[in-house]
């Protein structure tokens, strides 16, 4: 993956994953998890999570009975999970392992399944983007699916007006730089709050890359759509309203005029 010893290492050992779904990003994991059960083929198919850091995903998915392979560029992260996964002995992950989305180590057509829930914020270069798609595709079986995430070009400057931060003229220079040409640019030893080396995408820059790699039956959806701004942990902790508002971003999550507005957007083909 792209430079783990630079920047992007140096984010990661503040271990920002460990509790991020649970607590500021739990709009992201609740929705992400609602497009998984929509659009995984059911249990127990086999699912190539890419990128899958602690096993957000992966080990709930374990636990619903797919056959679940988490690979992650980070080995702290790859080691969390294959300790978490010794903690469900009935339901553990089919294997954890240090790799590259770029070069996945799978045969041909061996998943029904292909998460890249992360891999492309880190690669910088269009190429690597395309390099790991195209791997996602080869490891599938025909028909199979992937979801792929990308942040959103606009996110930092939402973000940073939500938060604030927008008003520091250090981070304004990183939001223009964002909305520019699209690479975050943060040294996370200065700032760890403020992300680290991440592409940001634009809708249309995202579908053209899946079809690129020769996908099919390509949608974007918005993950949290302009509701990550409206919205907290706390108030989604209350379940009447957290229904109300997964509700309500199901009715939107298509329009092509708000996918730019969601800190996150998720990418689903078929190969």
Do not use: C
């Not at 659009?39 to 602690?54: H, K, M, N, Q, W």
């Not at 579908?207 to 039956?217: G, I, K, P, S």
């Amino acid at each position: 993956m792209a430079d783990f010893e630079g920047a992007i290492s140096g984010y990661y050992r503040f271990d920002p994953e460990r509790d991020r779904l649970s607590t500021w990003g739990l709009l992201e994991a609740l929705r992400t998890t609602e497009l998984l059960e929509r659009f995984l083929p059911s249990a127990p198919a086999v699912v190539y999570d890419v990128g899958g850091a602690r096993g957000a995903y992966a080990l709930p998915l374990a636990r619903n009975g797919y056959q679940v392979h988490l690979v992650d560029a980070w080995p702290p992260h790859v080691e969390a999970a294959a300790a978490a996964s010794q903690e469900q002995p009935d339901a553990p992950l089919s294997s954890a392992r240090v790799g590259d989305a770029r070069e996945l180590p799978f045969d041909d057509d061996s998943a029904d399944a292909v998460l890249l829930l992360g891999p492309l914020y880190h690669l910088i270069d269009r190429q690597d983007r395309i390099r790991a798609l195209r791997e996602g595709h080869r490891v599938l079986r025909p028909g199979g699916i992937l979801l792929a995430a990308a942040v959103s070009r606009y996110a930092s400057t939402f973000d940073g007006v939500r938060g604030g931060e927008i008003a520091d003229p250090e981070f304004d220079v990183i939001a223009d730089g964002d909305v520019r040409d699209g690479v975050h640019r943060n040294d996370p030893e200065k700032h760890p709050g403020w992300f680290t080396l991440t592409f940001f995408h634009r809708p249309g820059e995202l579908h053209d890359e899946l079809a690129d790699a020769d996908f099919d039956d390509i949608q974007l959806l918005a993950i949290e759509s302009a509701a990550a701004y409206a919205t907290n942990s706390d108030r989604l902790a209350n379940a009447t309203y957290r229904e109300a508002v997964l509700r309500a971003l199901r009715r939107v999550e298509a329009v092509p005029e708000l996918l730019g507005a969601s800190p996150h957007i998720m990418a689903i083909g078929r190969a």
